[in-house]
Each structure stands twice: as C-alpha cells, then as structure tokens.
C-alpha cells in the first residue's frame, strides 16, 4: 500500500485478481532461517569496507518465506537474494 491511493481494499482485489495468495502466518523456520541470511548478509557487509547492513530483517523474512515454502521469488533486485538464498528460485523483471 505504499503508492499514493492504495487501500487494504484495492490490495486484496489486486491480489484475487492476480491470483496470489497472503500467508499471514509465517512460522518458525521462516523466522529462523531469514535470522540467519540476515546475519550472513551483515558479515558480508562488515568484509566490504566495514559497511553497515542497508538491509532490513524484513527482506529476509521475504526470502526465507519463499526457500522454506518452495515458491519462486519475484525481485527487482536477485542480487541480495541469490547470496543469501542460494537455493531459492528467483524470477526477475
């Protein structure tokens, strides 16, 4: 809902009409499996000029959905993905 305009109602008939379904509960091995991408990313970040983590826990918790779930992930932006998630199908635009 971050565009200007777009409500919880328009959100939910975009995604029945695009057929995608909402998991709103995420469980545990997500929680721990995005935990530990995200840890593996902010290491990897620290090697790369002591640069702070740009990310957030939340994109992790996108990814780790996906792997634990065996759904292919659509980004923009495969890069962080496929180093975090190596085994994670991943579809780009």
């Known amino acids: 809902m971050a565009a200007p305009g777009r409500t919880e109602v328009s959100v939910d008939r975009f995604c029945d009409e695009m057929g995608i379904a909402v998991e709103w509960e995420v469980g545990e091995k997500v929680w721990r499996a995005a935990g530990a991408a995200f840890q593996s990313y902010a290491v990897r970040r620290r090697k790369q000029k002591g640069a702070e983590a740009r990310r957030i826990l939340g994109d992790f918790v996108i990814g780790a959905h996906a792997l634990v779930n065996g759904y292919k ?19 780009t635009l």
């Open 73 to 91: 992930l659509l980004t923009l932006d495969a890069g962080v993905y496929q180093a975090s998630f190596p085994r994670l199908g991943i579809t």
